[in-house]
């Protein structure tokens, strides 16, 4: 027989998982304006500063506070994914315009941490172009040491122009 809900929350591995979300401030109530549109773009606008763009290249440099930080005080992972699409997007239009395009694969490597007012520099550049395809690797070093603390790949699709 199955425990019932009351019971699996006395369980210690249960209850220790519960402490754990409770940490991390999962049971919190998520603020309204965090369904506005654009809300979490605005977010990775707000610790990010452009700092070079030429074809195929883009170079920002990435202010790590308290908005963007995990319970370990570092960049939370969900933020370096995010900026890396961010800049891995800006850098495909460097060299392929104002096309359309979409996000074809995506990985990235976590290999050391940045924290809290940690400054980072994030290098985009272009891996391979094609006519329908552009591959961007980004790289994100901290500014101090020039340590290489995390890596991303993104691929992007072009979309095909409608024909009429």
């Known amino acids: 027989m199955a425990p019932s809900p009351e019971d699996h929350h006395k369980q210690p591995s249960t209850a220790r998982t519960i402490g754990f979300f409770k940490t991390l401030g999962l049971f919190k109530n998520i603020p309204e304006d965090s369904e506005r549109k654009d809300f979490y773009s605005d977010i990775i606008r707000s610790f990010l500063k452009v700092d070079y763009i030429d074809r195929g ?9 308290a908005a963007v930080v995990n319970i370990y005080n570092t960049l939370h ?3 370096v994914a995010s900026v ?5 997007l800006a850098c495909a239009q460097t060299a392929a315009g104002d ?9 990235t490597a976590y290999l050391s941490a940045a924290g809290l007012d ?4 994030v290098e985009g550049s272009i891996l391979r172009q094609g006519r329908s395809v552009v591959v ?6 901290i500014k101090e040491s020039k340590k290489l603390a995390y ?3 993104a ?3 072009i979309m095909p122009a409608a024909s009429l």
Request: include cysteine; proline fraction near 0%.
């Open 151 to 153: 890596t991303a790949r």
């Open 136 to 141: 961007t690797n980004i790289e994100f070093r």
């Open 99 to 107: 096309k359309e395009f979409f996000l074809g694969e995506f990985s």
């Open 57 to 65: 290249r883009v170079l920002c440099t990435l202010k790590v506070n």
């Open 77 to 79: 992972g969900g933020a």
């Open 155 to 157: 691929t992007y699709y």
């Open 84 to 88: 890396a699409e961010m800049v891995g």
């Open 118 to 121: 940690t400054e980072v520099e």
